[in-house]
């Protein structure tokens, strides 16, 4: 696969989107992050500029419609194309069925489905146009083009407590099986990765809390809390040609938790 691919990173600025970022930028691609967090995106992006490469920071709210359009502006004055879309930013807020505020619902929604919607179609449009106007059969065989959303074990299983977040999660998992369908003849592929616990910022209330964390792995048969790099390897395997015939998927990466019905006997 060509080095030279360029990679767009929603929330790349820290955690799991961090981690990918790391992992492009160690193969020569040529990164883009793009994340509302001004501090740590420019600080991601100076931390992994090479002498020869520099990655890339634009400060974007996925959620909003300008917003994505002056980061696709960006990426095309600077790079001139894209080949790679990890659709990573994401938020939580606590609140059930009788309990969570509408602003919370719409800020969560907002960010974790409409974000992912805005940046995708801008991803897949700027993937087409190249792939129509290229007429470059080897790229679509080698699977250069592919498109990684950051779904989640809560696609598939539920916290009460956070109805938002999960009912965002389900939505991406369906969001990637038809996308998948729709860019499948162009040769770019759309799957989703679907983390268990892993130690960053939206966990951190838990995994600092020791009797939430207990909790976290008695339903974690592997038995820690992942570390971002073990989710960014994922990210790079479903962007390479070794995953060339994998599309529409969601591949889980959740320490043994969805196996596992109850809880891991106590050691
Ligand atoms: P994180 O909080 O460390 O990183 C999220 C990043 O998204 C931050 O840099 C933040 O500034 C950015 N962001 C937030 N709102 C944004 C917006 N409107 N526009 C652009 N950027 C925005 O959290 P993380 O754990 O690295 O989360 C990354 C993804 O992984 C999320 O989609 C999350 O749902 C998913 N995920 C995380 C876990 C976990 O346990 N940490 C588990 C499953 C799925």
């Known amino acids: 696969m060509a080095n030279e691919r360029v990679v767009l990173i929603t929330g790349g600025a820290k955690g799991i989107g961090l981690a990918c970022a790391r992992r492009f930028t160690g ?8 994340d509302m967090d001004e501090i740590a995106g420019n600080a991601a992006a100076h931390d992994l500029s090479t002498e020869a490469d520099a990655v890339l920071f634009v400060h974007c709210d996925v959620s ?5 359009r002056n980061l696709f502006a960006q990426i095309r004055s600077s790079f001139g194309r894209l080949d790679v879309l990890v659709n990573n930013a994401g938020v939580v807020a606590a609140g059930n069925i009788l309990s969570l505020e509408l602003d919370d619902y719409d800020h969560v929604m907002g960010i974790n489905l409409r974000g992912s919607f805005l940046v995708a179609r801008e991803a897949a449009k700027q993937m087409v146009a190249q792939i129509e106007t290229e007429q470059d059969s080897n790229r679509t065989y080698l699977s250069q083009y592919a498109i990684i959303n950051m779904s989640s074990v809560n696609a598939v299983m539920a916290i009460a407590d956070q109805l938002a977040y999960v009912t965002t999660k389900g939505g991406l998992n369906q969001m990637t099986k038809a996308m998948a369908l729709t860019l499948a003849p162009y040769g770019i592929r759309v799957n989703a990765v679907g983390p268990g616990s892993v130690n960053t910022d939206i966990l951190k209330a838990v995994a600092d809390n020791p009797d939430a964390k207990q909790k976290i792995l008695s339903r974690t048969p592997l038995g820690h809390i992942a570390e971002p790099d073990e989710i960014a390897g994922i990210v790079q395997f479903l962007a390479s040609a070794d995953a060339s015939y994998i599309t ?5 990466a959740d320490g043994g938790r969805l196996a596992l019905n109850y809880t891991v006997e106590p050691a």
């Open 248 to 252: 529409g998927q969601c591949l889980y």
């Open 27 to 34: 193969q020569k691609a040529k990164v883009i992050i793009a």
């Open 64 to 68: 909003d419609l300008l917003s994505v």
